[in-house]
């Protein structure tokens, strides 16, 4: 059978991940106690006519008692030598969107209290779901993604896939906004011709048709794209024989706007020639819309 644990800090997004799992048919069981997993598991087996039960999804969080929590990883393995196939899903955003989405919903964090403010729980949050964190095949930066982009991610990453199969994810960023923490391989673009300093191009982003030319003009954009295409071709299969799951490429210029957004697309498209499932995800481009520079 196989088992998709979905966990998080809270106002990460795991309700939204479990519902879509729901969805795609899956049997799914918020807020699962962990000392629960493995008799459920075991009776889910059992069963003469499991059905539906072969696909199972189970929402863990914070909600579990803390020596439960800790203990996560002695359990996980007790999952994996009875045969169930085991993949973690642990959604995450930064401090200040989670503070953000709480005062918008008003609802109540499990770990505050009247000795515990809410800044404190969800720091807490973090130390104590370490444990399937640090296990997690999927690990999904929630940070300025709307419900229906995580829904979509989930949909495509998660169960758009064969099983034993490698999802890629290209997204472009900018540095001067951060590091997305959810990268397996990070590269840097910014040593490529800027499109920012001919004035003509700043409204335009990598997709629109003028960086383009500017950016193939130069010889640099083609050695960088193939030399990428060149590492990843060679070592995304040793991943893949590892029984990876999922591999989150970023590519990062200044802004995010134009040279990163650029490759990523030409790496996108090249490696859907040899994946079946590939993403591509530009996370700087939406802001930049919102604010009307683009």
Same mark, same amino acid.
Request: proline share 2%; glycine share 8%.
């Given at each position: 059978m196989? @088992?998709?644990?979905?966990?998080? =800090? %809270? &106002?990460? &997004?795991? %309700?939204?991940? @479990?519902?879509?799992?729901e969805d795609l048919g899956f049997y799914c069981i918020d807020n699962l106690p962990i000392g629960l997993l493995f008799p459920l598991t075991r009776e889910a087996a059992q069963q003469e006519t499991p059905g539906r039960l072969r696909k199972m999804a189970v929402s863990i969080d914070a909600r579990n008692l803390s020596a439960e929590l800790a203990n996560f990883?002695? +359990?996980?393995?007790?999952?994996?030598?009875? *045969?169930?196939?085991?993949?973690? +899903?642990?959604?995450?955003?930064?401090?200040?969107? !989670? @503070?953000?989405r709480f005062h918008a919903t008003r609802r109540k964090h499990? !770990?505050?209290d009247d000795r515990t403010s809410l800044r404190e729980a969800i720091a807490n949050e973090k130390s104590l779901l370490e444990p399937l964190s640090k296990l997690a095949d999927l690990y999904?930066?929630?940070? *300025?993604m709307s419900m229906y982009e995580l829904r979509d991610m989930v949909k495509q990453? #998660?169960?758009? =896939?064969?099983?034993?199969?490698?999802?890629?994810l290209f997204q472009s960023f900018g540095f001067k906004h951060g590091v997305p923490v959810d990268s397996d391989y990070v590269f840097d673009v910014r040593c490529l011709p800027n499109p920012?300093?001919?004035? %003509?191009? =700043?409204?335009?982003v990598g997709t629109d048709q003028p960086v383009i030319e500017f950016l193939e003009r130069e010889p !640099?954009?083609?050695?960088? #794209?193939?030399?990428? +295409?060149?590492? @990843?071709?060679?070592? !995304?299969?040793?991943?893949?024989d590892s029984n990876r799951s999922y591999m989150t490429i970023s590519i990062g210029c200044t802004g995010g706007q134009h040279r990163s957004v650029y490759v990523c697309e030409q790496l996108g498209q090249h490696f859907r020639t040899r994946y079946n499932n590939v993403q591509v995800r530009h996370t700087e481009l939406p802001h930049l819309q919102a604010r009307g520079e683009i």
């Open positions: 196989k @088992l998709i644990i979905v966990s998080g =800090r %809270s &106002g990460s &997004g795991k %309700s939204t991940a @479990l519902h879509v799992l990883e002695q +359990i996980y393995r007790q999952l994996r030598d009875a *045969g169930v196939v085991v993949e973690i +899903i642990f959604l995450d955003a930064d401090e200040q969107s !989670l @503070l953000q499990p !770990l505050s999904i930066n929630t940070t *300025g990453r #998660v169960v758009g =896939r064969k099983d034993q199969e490698l999802a890629l920012y300093w001919d004035t %003509s191009l =700043r409204k335009y !640099l954009t083609g050695q960088m #794209v193939d030399d990428l +295409i060149r590492f @990843l071709d060679t070592w !995304l299969p040793s991943f893949a």
